[in-house]
């Protein structure tokens, strides 16, 4: 019993340090009473912990568009529009040497979008297409150093995939099969 209060007060206490948000208002930086359970399928899709213990998130402003939030041991925090339109809520995921990271987003168009900060550097918004339709949140995977798997449910039902690297962007939609 104590081992387990112990891991729900730990959790507790990352929740208030990284300022966790509610799923009903990922805008927010206040604790609500959401449940911890959403709190954390919220957390992995948006957070990202560098090498150096920098911790990542990536929240929707009032006006519908990305903003990075960082912070670390011995470091203000900091809050940098990242721009764009989003029509549904920003995932990301390591990508790139060191601190890389790629940040995706559902536009405004129905496309997916990503946006890589790498060494500092943030890039242009890149499509990757696909004008899905969904308001399922996208799913990410870091497949290897510079690639990332997306996975989101289609307007159509269909569960489709497409892959992000790095250096050679979008391989395009494909619906996965079994459907």
């Known amino acids: 019993m104590k081992i387990h209060f112990s891991l729900v007060a730990s959790f507790a206490l990352l929740s208030l340090s990284l300022g966790a948000c509610s799923k009903e208002n990922p805008e927010s930086t206040e604790l609500t009473a959401t449940s911890l359970a959403e709190r954390m399928a919220y957390q992995e899709k948006n957070i990202v912990r560098l090498p150096d213990g920098t911790v990542v998130r990536f929240i929707l402003n009032a006006s519908k568009e990305v903003v990075m939030e960082s912070g670390g041991p011995g470091a203000a925090p900091s809050h940098v ?3 764009g339109y989003a029509a549904g809520k920003p995932t990301a995921a390591r990508c790139g040497e060191n601190d890389g990271i790629a940040v995706f987003v559902q536009g405004g168009d129905g496309a997916i979008w ?12 890149i499509s990757g297409g ?6 399922d949140e996208l799913q990410t995977t870091q497949t290897s150093q510079n690639g990332v798997r997306i996975t989101v449910r ?4 269909k569960v489709y995939e497409n892959h992000y690297d790095k250096y050679a962007g979008f391989s395009g939609w494909v619906a996965l099969p079994g459907q």
């Open 81 to 83: 529009s990242l721009g």
């Open 154 to 157: 289609g307007g159509d039902g």
């Open 114 to 125: 990503v946006k890589q900060i790498q060494d500092g550097v943030i890039s242009d918004w």
């Open 130 to 135: 696909g004008g899905l339709a969904t308001n």
